[in-house]
């Protein structure tokens, strides 16, 4: 009976992790260049003569890096990708990569994210100064007429293994596969929203919330079945 129970404490475990990645997700719509995660666990049962019984549990995060669409801003510090890749910043702790293209200016008039780390282009850190900025679509930099850098895009052979570090930022732990892309599409005065489907988290997040009680009402069952036995055996 205690084991009945523990099944269905795991699951219902489970479902919780499952739900605060919906929440996370919901939480996250109309956050810009935001990609949605999904949390896939996979009970297998062990194979006879393994040690211990019951399932192995694997658990699979799998973020959805397709492209979220673009909106219209008329900021020319808002820049859109087109197609595949990331912007490449860099942090205090190296570079990292984001689709979150809301970027802003310094005191160094350098090309900032939103959190201060410095735009990374071809030639390192890219240097405004004063006058009227213009992004191409090749990712080239002017100010007024003057050319001032080249946006750095990259994307990866494998995306799943970058590592989510938080605020749209994503790192390279070596396993990614780090590749640059030529031909960059850039749409400026535009950003990527969020790729986050709300009607797929709501509904995800209904059916986790029932199995969740269904797990509840199976474990009050055999709580009172085994109230019940303890009782007829005291009567005996």
């Known amino acids: 009976m205690a084991y009945d129970v523990s099944l269905m404490a795991a699951a219902m475990d489970q479902k919780i992790q499952q739900l605060q990645h ?4 919901l939480a996250n719509a109309s956050t810009p260049g935001f990609k949605a995660e999904h949390l896939l666990i996979l009970n297998v049962p062990r194979q006879e003569g393994e040690p211990g019984t019951g399932n192995d549990t694997l658990k699979t995060m799998i973020v959805d890096f397709e492209r979220g669409i673009s909106q219209r801003t008329d900021n020319p510090l808002d820049l859109a ?10 942090t205090k702790d190296g570079q990292a990569y984001t689709r979150k293209g809301d970027f802003t200016v310094n005191g160094l008039k350098q090309l900032v994210t939103q959190a201060g780390d410095p735009v990374v282009g071809e030639g ?3 240097t405004l100064g004063s006058g009227k900025i213009r992004v191409a679509g090749n990712g080239s930099i002017f100010v007024d007429q003057n050319e001032v850098g080249q946006l750095k895009i990259v994307d990866f052979g494998n995306r799943q293994a970058l590592r989510n ?3 749209g930022l994503y ?3 070596g396993a990614a596969g780090v590749k640059r892309v030529d031909r960059p599409e850039i749409a400026s005065g535009s950003i990527e929203l969020s790729n986050v489907n709300v009607v797929n988290e709501m509904a995800q997040m209904i059916e986790i919330h029932r199995s969740f009680e269904a797990y509840q009402k199976i474990i009050q069952m055999l709580s009172d079945q085994d109230k019940l036995s303890v009782s007829r055996v005291g009567r005996v």
């Open 22 to 25: 919906v929440t996370h997700n």
């Open 81 to 90: 990708l087109q197609n595949d890749g990331f912007f490449v910043v860099q």
């Open 124 to 126: 390192g850190a890219i």
């Open 165 to 167: 570090v938080g605020g």
């Open 171 to 173: 790192v390279d732990d």
